[in-house]
């Protein structure tokens, strides 16, 4: 009997043992089974960030442009940036449609903006492209979608500065940047931007402050003109082109120094009848001025203008298709001598 206890007392301990084993087995073969789960799990990707509202929908939701919003409305342009396409808005504040109301006294409200008039002036707040503002530089100008008053529906620009504070045609102060959209990306301004002629291009644009004051010497003869109907091209010498001709003659101090027969006969030289666009230039051809003479095109080594003053070489075009509602003005580098 006591041999028979002994016996199963041995077969109890090595059943514990068989266990002990068993279960450290399925433990280990578990526990690296979970890991290798672990390891092979598919991986789920964060969500996508990025602007989940079309331009439309940001203004309607932003207190700042409910009257944008108004105005988009009356003028049925909300289907257009609530569609497809890449725009870049500068979104005028509410208070910057206020101070629109107030410059006419027929308007109490946007309603009482004729249609055509409206739609004119809020695309010349839209560029066709996205523009962040980081992209943004100083003197350079971007085309609207504005083509009021164009001869041929040539889009019209506005002028970008950014020293000292992020301009728009030296006036309209950009107060909040970089409010992206599906379609584009929104910038709100503090001013309504009105396209603007040739003369009011010029006035704005500090590179032609030399050129404004030549034209003032005879009054508003010249700004009359130049903001009228038209179309004009005129090829605009820059500030440091005025202060080479005063260097060229050691009695001339000032632009009032330069007779006034000699300035008269330079300034009209440098204005064409008609729109002439920078692609529309050619080898040779002639341009016909207001002062009755003529400039010859020379594209042989990049675009140039060759004047009736056998003592002037050509003259460099050096920034072209600055197009207003009247015209258009292309930058030159030297007073161009008749």
Known sequence: ?????????????????IVKIFFAAVLTTGFYACADDDETDPVTPAAATGPTQNIAEI??????????????????????????GTFTVFAPNNQAFVDLLATNAAWNRISDIDVTTLTNVLYYHVLSSKVMASDLTDDTYAVTLNTQGTASKENTVIELDVTGGATLNNSANITAVDIEATNGVIHIIDEILLPQNIVEIALDDERFTSLVAALSRFGTTYTTTLSGTGPFTVFAPTNDAFQALLDSDSTWNSLNDIPTVTLQAVLEYHVVRGNVRAGSLTQNQVLSTLSNKTLAVDLSTGAQLRTENSGQGNVNIIFTDVQGTNGVIHAVDQVLLP
């Open 59 to 84: 203004a309607i939701g932003d207190s700042r442009t409910d009257s944008l919003v108004v105005g988009l409305s009356v003028a049925n342009l909300v289907p257009t940036f609530k569609g497809a």
């Open 1 to 17: 009997m006591s041999h028979y206890i002994n016996f199963n007392l041995r077969n109890m301990k090595i059943l514990k043992k």
